[in-house]
């Protein structure tokens, strides 16, 4: 719909000045796509700006299909709720609505969170502008990883995003190489929401709007033709794999002017868009699992952005496994079978067997090297944050003017030796900053506690933590580890002693013999019945700290949201040493009652194992046994969250107890396990089943 000829370019809908539902105070416009516009207001009771996103080409549906629209687009923001409550890498949805505009125009609205920043898209242009080298490999994981694990958030509810592209990746922060950004994924939602609707189509129809959920340069081939087989997770990854593709190269993958060369570039199977094919060698492991991300058939793929990013991570020399590389790809590479039986190939009829529909131009399919235009065409419509002027931004931008398709040249491609790589040399792994036996946590942002209404009050209420990067122990340390302090004096020499407040005679005797200090079997056990002051101090002398309560939590389970360390998957014998068979018959020998998790089963060991003997349990940044075996010491003392965002919080500054998190081999609950759970001790307890890990920055 054309809007009326008094609405000038920074008020196309004529609602500047207006209040939205009493309570969003309309500013101005800042972007306006091919059929939505997104203006900045101001909550007038909280005093923040969010963006609204207006629907202005649907108000002409009919008045009786109203209704069922507004549901519609009520339960997407549902959706998008739930998703970005569980990572802090997904735009947040914080009303959607219907308003009448004073001309009378009604139409579909959503407000989201307000972001200051660029999209990738600029960032990539703004980088070759300054003559800047293509990202490296290290770089790319660290700005690409939270995407990858938002993505995995949907993917793991059978949700796909489908337009995945740098439009669409949002970028906050100084310097996108050095990991110090927040990334945001856009357009969750609202794409499928109107493909899929009939009734929206229809409405879109009328207004000669034609759309279409993806965007051809970043499209797998199941996008183009259905005869490869439907759309999900995995087509996610092909796009993912494709803008990794361009920022190691400088040039997107995709090869064609159009919809049908990029179409076969897609879908060739003699050229597949990976960097070789771009003239970058990062070494035969990297080329191996971006084939298999780009893999013309959706079954050949990864299924999930997870899987696709820890092989990835394993390929450049990041990844958290113990065992070799080469078995660790293979095993990883290999076709997951529920992807296989998930996917049903259709064998469409009509124009459907050719390609999607879509009309565009040469510009519209490369804006980087288009002449400018007076209004930059807008080909994917994406959802909540949907591309706005081509470049998808209505957020306040680095740049003076609105956002728009840039017309600059394309950038050329990097030498390789711009990108510290060899013609034909393996990688370089990427400069260590954490000492040997730590693993680099990145920096980032996730939702530390729950809102889960089975949870206890101390893990409640979910908040926004921001993190900088730093480094965490690999294993809880060892008693042979802890010897070595003492050894020298630096650690005070510690003996078999279990001591907490109510202990009992009958619990002192049969405790004390599992205290590993003086057992020469396990010195690659870890080193427990040790105080808070004993785990501090080991870490202080050796030029650590205790984590924090937030680092722990976020090395454990990451951004994106997972229930336990590993994912989603019930706990197993295999992913942890807790209370089983061998504890339960330990306890009846030593007359100590225990609840058994793992009824019947077996892990080899009555109490603590060695560290490390449960990789299947690792969290997804790298560290072993953050549940199970032991409970460990973080710095913080015991109290209550605050609902507020916080950056590198460091809990309460006093208090009588000190927090413990992760469970132990008497472990006997599964909520023990969850990431969240919090546990806290008077400092000076001693047992068998607490011990510790250190941390320290970078």
Known sequence: MTPPSSASSLDPLGIAGQTVADKYAVERAVGQGGFAVVYRAEHVIWKQPVAIKFFSELSSVPVDQRDAMQSAFIEEGRLLTQLSSQTAAIVQARDVGTYTTPDGRWMPYMVLEWLEGRSLEELIVSEAQAGRPCFTLGEVLRLLGPVAAALDVAHGRGIAHRDVKPPNIFVLGDDPRQGSVTVKILDFGVAKLITDNTQMKAAMAKTGTNITSFTPQYGAPEQFSRTYGATGPWTDVFALALVVVELLSGRQALDGEDVVQLAFSAGNPERRPTPRLLGLDL????????????????????????????????????????????????????????????????????????????????????????????????????????????????????????????????????????????????????????????????????????????????????????????????????????????????????????????????????????????????????????????????????????????????????????????????????????????????????????????????????????????????????????????????????????????????????????????????????????????????????????????????
């Not at 990883?332 to 529909?357: F, K, Q, Y």
């Not at 090297?369 to 591309?387: E, F, N, Q, R």
């Not at 501090?536 to 939590?553: F, Q």
């Open 283 to 698: 070494g035969e492991a990297v080329e191996r699992v971006l084939a298999k991300a780009l893999a013309v058939q959706p079954t050949a793929r990864f299924a999930r952005a997870s899987e696709f990013w820890a092989a990835f991570e394993l390929a450049v020399g990041t990844g958290s496994s113990r065992a070799t590389a080469a078995e660790a790809l293979n095993a990883t590479l290999a076709m997951p079978d529920s992807l296989r039986s998930a996917i049903t190939p259709v064998r469409p009829t009509g124009t459907e067997a050719v390609h999607s529909s879509v009309t565009v131009d040469a510009a519209t399919l490369n804006p980087r090297s288009a002449a400018p235009k007076s209004k930059a065409p807008v080909l994917a419509v994406g959802g909540l944050v949907a591309a706005v002027a081509a470049a998808g931004a209505f957020f306040a931008l680095r740049s003076s003017g609105p956002a728009s398709a840039a017309a600059v040249p394309s950038p050329a491609p990097t030498p390789l030796a711009s990108a510290a790589l060899g013609a034909s040399a393996a990688p370089a792994a990427p400069a260590r900053r954490c000492p040997e036996g730590m693993f680099e946590i990145p920096a980032g942002q996730f939702y530390m506690g729950t809102d889960d209404a089975q949870a206890p009050d101390n893990q409640k209420p979910a908040h926004n933590v921001q993190l900088d990067v730093f480094c965490m122990d690999a294993t809880e340390v060892t008693v042979a580890d802890y010897a070595k302090c003492s050894g020298i004096g630096a650690c005070r020499r510690l003996k078999p002693e279990v001591s907490y407040t109510g202990m009992k005679p009958a619990e002192e005797k049969a405790f004390t013999p599992l205290c590993n200090v003086d057992a020469a079997d396990r010195g690659d056990h870890p080193m427990n019945c040790l105080s808070w002051r004993d785990a501090e101090t080991y870490c202080r002398k050796n030029d650590k700290r205790l984590p924090t309560e937030a680092e722990w939590e976020y090395a454990t389970r990451g951004p994106d949201g997972r229930i336990y360390p590993w994912g989603d998957e019930k706990p197993t014998v295999a992913h942890l040493n807790a209370c089983d068979a061998d504890c339960l018959k330990w306890s009846k020998r030593a007359d100590v009652g225990v609840l058994v998790l793992f009824e019947g089963q077996s892990d080899g060991y009555a109490a603590t194992s060695p560290v490390g003997k449960f990789p299947g349990g690792s969290s997804r940044f790298g560290p072993k046994d953050v549940v199970g075996n032991v409970w460990e010491w973080v710095q913080d003392f015991e109290g209550r969250y605050s609902a507020d965002d916080a950056k590198n919080p460091s809990g309460p500054a006093s208090g009588e107890k000190r927090v413990l998190r992760g469970g132990a081999w008497n472990g006997a609950r599964e909520e023990w396990l969850h990431p969240s759970f919090r546990f806290a001790a008077e400092p000076e307890r001693r047992h068998p089943a607490i011990g510790f890990r250190c941390a320290r920055g970078i």
